[in-house]
């Protein structure tokens, strides 16, 4: 198993672009979440999907949209990047809501 | 709401014990977990304890839970320089309006003088 996997891992972009940060497992699991990391601010939820086709706001949802169209992927997408955006994003996995998440490498990314 | 709270730097020499502290707010039922991070990496989950359990054990680590006082601790014995990182305590509720969501702390740097 690859576990969770993140691309890319950097990534550079200015004000107003969008992109999209993919996420996948390879584990069958049900719950998946992105979180986003700030110095000094641990890490805080975005959204998060309990299975396919359902998904859900987290503490800090504004400015990012996600789907959850099979099981495996869980894709973030950035509308309009603003530098406030500027953090290193993680995806996570697990067999429920209430099952221990496995975490991916993480993707660092710089909003000019 | 829910809140973790951990102490933000830990310093220890080498072959010492080091313990990492925590504490939450949440009601009776929720996992806790402790993750590590090393510079540049993700997150390594290091082990979990469920809240109606006092202690676990798992090698060099030891988990201690004070259910009354809601507070966590992580031992790590014999410390090594390769235990350098950020450590992360988290929690699960169970109930409520987080519920299934995992809570981090803001960390704990742990540096290892040699």
Known sequence: ?112 | GEDVEQSLFLSVREGDSSVINCTYTDSSSTYLYWYKQEPGAGLQLLTYIFSNMDMKQDQRLTVLLNKKDKHLSLRIADTQTGDSAIYFCAEIPLYGGSQGNLIFGKGTKLSVKP
């Not at chain 1, 992109?19 to 996948?24: D, R, V």
């Not at chain 1, 390879?26 to 805080?44: F, I, K």
């Not at chain 1, 706001?57 to 997408?77: A, I």
């Open chain 1, 1 to 112: 198993n690859a576990g969770v996997t993140q691309t890319p891992k950097f990534q550079v972009l200015k004000t107003g672009q969008s992109m999209t940060l993919q996420c996948a497992q390879d584990m069958n699991h049900e719950y998946m979440s992105w979180y986003r990391q700030d110095p000094g601010m641990g890490l805080r939820l975005i959204h998060y999907s309990v299975g396919a086709g359902i998904t859900d706001q987290g503490e800090v949802p504004n400015g990012y949209n996600v789907s959850r169209s099979t099981t495996e992927d869980f894709p973030l997408r950035l509308l309009s990047a603003a530098p406030s955006q500027t953090s290193v994003y993680f995806c996570a996995s697990s067999l429920s809501e209430t099952d221990t998440q496995y975490f991916g490498p993480g993707t660092r990314l710089t909003v000019l």
